[in-house]
């Protein structure tokens, strides 16, 4: 009898924890799928809903460059899953794509020896990691993005540490995503921990708070405003916004990561941007890539 | 005689208004929407010296909110240096420092710039604190709908 009642008690004491352990994540999960909703609704029939959608596009606009009937995955390239013109000028551009030099640059990088002898191949010995950063690092309580996980391993190795926008973190960044994405890994954001998803819920407020002189989010234009276009760009979709990075940019000459294209959006919206190691830009990544879990890693990319 | 007068009492405003906020390190996005921009940040009325020393004031507690303002590449820290720098020059066109610290093309007028410091550091913390309770509208399946 006594025994029958401890089982039980473990029992459901295990149920208790697991269930506890799978709801922090509830909120996240509830975000993504009514974001996914939205855009499936938006861009299930651009022309037919342009009162609810696209206000100010013209008819033609709708007719012939915006696709439709668009579903959740294929939203993972950016603008080019809708935009019909773009996606040309998109798929010439990547028959010879000028981030190859990279990635061939960030296998070198994984390989070669600090000064110890140790090389980031030690820090990271499964290179298809892209889809897991960032994550939430449960000893610290703190988010950790790819960049400072980077960073870390080269300074506690005794050397200095990359850039973290463009040069070598870029390049290594760029195989990492393109190992991840050869082993078909997909995004997968954990939100494990109360901290977690508060640290989710920050990045959260940041990406749909109005801020800077022009009084924009990143949501103005990137949940409301994805698919509008701004003279002659169509703004893309929060919807996979972080599956393809680093990216080269035609209007940088070269590759960047993340970070460097999100200082970037919050200093359009005319505001000083967040350092790219900041807590506040970490958690903006981690809220972003969460609405990405499930979809496929494909970094690197173009992008204009 | 007149504006000395009139510095001397909106010194006296300014700073008992910083007071009752606990100092300017503690100037919060609620108290600062309480402030009229049209009132504080007037260089016609205060003078350029008052409307500087409010634009530092709030522009550092825009800094401590992480709102601070950048436009035309310019942080509105180094705005409010380049009005420092040309009233102790006698400056009546700045030409601020970019936010990578070189040299800008920009030029203001020295009123106007000192207006702009003072009106942005006081609009990055009352949009802050619209923002806490607005950014909800904006999420679907939360405040916005469609």
Known sequence: MLLKIVKTSALVA???????ANSFNAQAEKDKVELIKYFEAKFADPEKYAANFFPYSTEDEL????????????????????????????????????????????AELYEKKFA??????????????????????????????????????????????????????????????????????????KIESA???????????????????????????????????VRNESLSQLLGHTTHFPVY??????????????????????????KPSSTTMKELLYFMAYMSNGMAVDGPDIRK | MK??????????????????MGGSDSLTPVAATKMDQKEVCNVDKLGIDTVLANAKMYNAAAIKEEVEFRRLDINNRDLIIAVEEGLKSGAKEVSPLNFKGKANKTKFKIEYAAHRACTFGLNALQQKHEGKSAWRLAVPGDGFKY
């Open chain 1, 116 to 189: 110890n002898g140790n090389s980031l191949s030690v820090c990271f010995p499964d290179p298809t990691i892209g889809g897991d950063y960032p994550m939430f690092d449960e000893s610290t309580k703190s988010v950790v993005s790819l960049t400072q996980a980077v960073n870390d391993c080269i300074t506690s190795n005794g050397e200095k540490k990359w850039n973290e926008k463009k040069g070598d973190m870029a390049s290594f960044q760029a195989f990492i995503a393109n190992s991840t994405k050869e082993a078909e890994k997909k995004v997968n954001i």
């Open chain 1, 249 to 274: 940019r035609l209007k940088w000459q070269g590759l960047g990561t993340l970070e460097r294209r999100m200082e970037g959006c919050v200093k359009d919206q005319g505001q000083n941007p967040p």
């Open chain 1, 63 to 106: 007719k012939n460059n915006i696709k439709k009937g668009i579903k959740h995955m294929e939203f993972g390239i950016g603008n080019y899953a809708f935009n019909k013109a773009g996606i040309e000028t998109y798929e010439e551009i990547n028959e010879m794509p000028p981030y190859e030099d990279a990635i061939d640059a960030g």
């Open chain 1, 14 to 20: 295990l149920a208790a924890c697991t269930l506890s």
């Open chain 2, 3 to 20: 504006k000395i007068y009139t510095l001397a009492i909106t010194s006296i405003v300014a700073f008992s208004l910083a007071g009752c």
């Open chain 1, 195 to 229: 901290e977690a998803a508060t640290a989710y819920e920050r990045g959260k407020e940041f990406y749909y708070t109005q801020r800077g002189y022009l009084n924009l989010s990143c949501a103005t234009c990137h949940v409301q405003g994805a698919g509008k276009r």
